[in-house]
């Protein structure tokens, strides 16, 4: 026995047996990609990348990119005053920017900040492969040094495409 739904209530958006982007609503996830690895240490105040980040091709310029950034294995060396600050990068434009908290070790001279993360909603308006990633420095000026991903920590950034 074949049933068959009929209406303006939207169920007859799916009886072609494909449900694609351009019948979801807004707010839909319509992709998502993690990519995962990385470690970087910076002795500046320049930022640095982690070898953390990848692309995603937008289906709509409409689109909006979610971006989520898990740093993990962060600490600083060498000086009291070295303060870790995170980004997230879209191209080569920061979209994001944050510092992790960290607990002064005075006997062992360094900061053990664990894991940070980030998350930001972009809009790239573009149907083109965008690329982020994620970069470090040292924000607390000229001495020590910060570094992510020892130890084996992993850090991560997740891409999931929402309809507009």
């Known amino acids: 026995m074949t049933t ?19 019948k979801l609503p807004a707010g839909s996830v319509l992709q998502v990609k993690s990519f995962t690895g990385g470690g970087a ?21 409409s689109s909006k990119i979610l971006a989520i950034a898990h740093v993990g294995g962060c600490k600083t060396t060498g000086h009291a005053s070295a ?35 980030g998350i930001k909603l972009d809009s790239p308006s573009s149907t083109s492969a965008v690329n982020y990633k994620i970069q470090i420095k ?11 991903g020892g130890s084996g920590a992993i850090s991560s950034i997740t891409l999931m495409e929402i309809a507009g």
């Open 138 to 148: 040292n924000q607390g000026g000229s001495s020590g040094s910060v570094a992510c």
């Open 4 to 22: 068959t739904i009929t209406g303006a209530t939207g169920v007859n958006q799916i009886t072609d047996d494909a449900i694609t982007a351009a």
């Open 83 to 117: 303060h870790i600050a995170l980004q997230i990068v879209r191209e080569s434009t920061s979209i994001l920017f944050f510092e992790g908290e960290a607990g002064y070790n005075a006997a062992a001279n360094a900061n053990s900040i664990g894991a940070c993360s």
């Open 41 to 61: 240490t910076s002795t500046s105040s320049t930022f640095v990348d982690i070898g953390v980040g990848g692309s995603i091709t937008p289906s709509s310029t």
